[in-house]
């Protein structure tokens, strides 16, 4: 059985992708920080320098990493001429794994960011069961995660993480639920309520349209 999507396609698409940006949006946000033109010179291939300078922007911008095989033609050829060199050179099918981590690491230091471990994903659940009691739409209790990273500079995981941790919380909230109401509510008020928390399923299910 396939897991439920919490996202539109079309969100979904933004989150896997990185944002799309005009000509001024690419001088502002790829503009290359001071920090990074000192690591620049400790690389050795056009593909990883323009690789790491894209991840440098992308998440200056969003707080999260892409894969590199998703970055935009655009991006590569504007900071391959910033940088002096052919954009024809660089193929990020060849910007190897561990040293797209390296560069990863190298990145949550500069900016201060914590990378998303194990303690991130407790505190992000605990997160994610609050907005569940005071938040009845999916959508937007995914929202309030993604904005609890950024305040709080840690990094945004990739997309099924969060799907689960979000699955997570919502099933402990629906859990909590019933066992109140298996000590307090008569049969009758039971009944009442199934049909409302199936009403309230098919709104969730319609909010995403």
Known sequence: MPRKDY???E????FYHPPVLNSEQRLLFLQIPAWATEYLKTLQTPTT?????LQVGYFRMVSRFYVPNRFHQND???????ISVDSNDVDMNEYAKATVLRHQKEILEH?????????AIEVLLSEAERLAHIQTRPDLI??????????????IPAYNTLRTILEKALNNF???????????LTPEDTALLNQLLVEHSSYQDNSKK
């Open 142 to 155: 995914f929202e309030g995660m993604i904005s609890f990273l950024q305040d709080h500079h840690i990094e």
């Open 174 to 184: 629906e859990s909590n639920l019933e066992s109140i109401l298996t000590r307090h």
């Open 49 to 53: 320098k323009v690789g790491f300078l």
């Open 111 to 119: 900016f201060g960011f914590n990378p998303f471990d194990d303690s």
């Open 7 to 9: 996202l539109s396609q």
């Open 76 to 82: 590569v050829d504007f900071l391959a001429e910033r």
């Open 11 to 14: 969100a979904l698409h933004m």
